[in-house]
């Protein structure tokens, strides 16, 4: 059964980093496209980033353009979201999710995603 697993989440002042990690086991991960997503309290899931099974692509949301930056390893089966110049509107759970395999379409919608990570929280201090 496939699983997400999430870590380096934690407390980190406005303009500090983070690396969050997402490790998966139970599926041929380099043909998975991966997304990070954030959730706070009341608000709905919210898209981060996307990096494509061929990491050819890589897509953002607009508030985290030039400071996050998603990357995938796939001999370690493993997405990583770099998370520089943090803000703590950027505070929240990020979790990652898995695509259906060589998915190709639209990155942003939860929908998309079929496996889900469990989360880590993040949260930034002003």
Do not use: H
Request: proline residues 3%; hydrophobic residues 30%; aromatic residues 14%.
């Amino acid at each position: 059964q496939a699983q997400l697993v999430e870590s380096g989440g934690g407390l980190v002042q406005a303009g500090g980093s983070l690396r969050l990690s997402c490790a998966a086991s139970g599926r041929t991960f380099s043909s998975y496209s991966m997304g990070w997503f954030r959730q706070t309290p009341g608000k709905e899931r919210e898209f981060v980033a996307a990096i494509r099974w061929s990491a050819i692509s890589t897509y953002y949301a607009d508030s985290v353009k030039g400071r996050f930056t998603i990357s995938r390893d796939n001999t370690e089966s493993t997405v990583y979201l770099q998370m520089n110049s943090l803000k703590p509107e950027d505070t929240g759970v990020y979790s990652c999710a898995a695509a259906p395999q060589y998915y190709y379409g639209d990155y942003v919608s939860p929908s998309t995603y079929d496996i889900w990570g469990q989360g880590t929280q993040v949260t930034v201090s002003s």
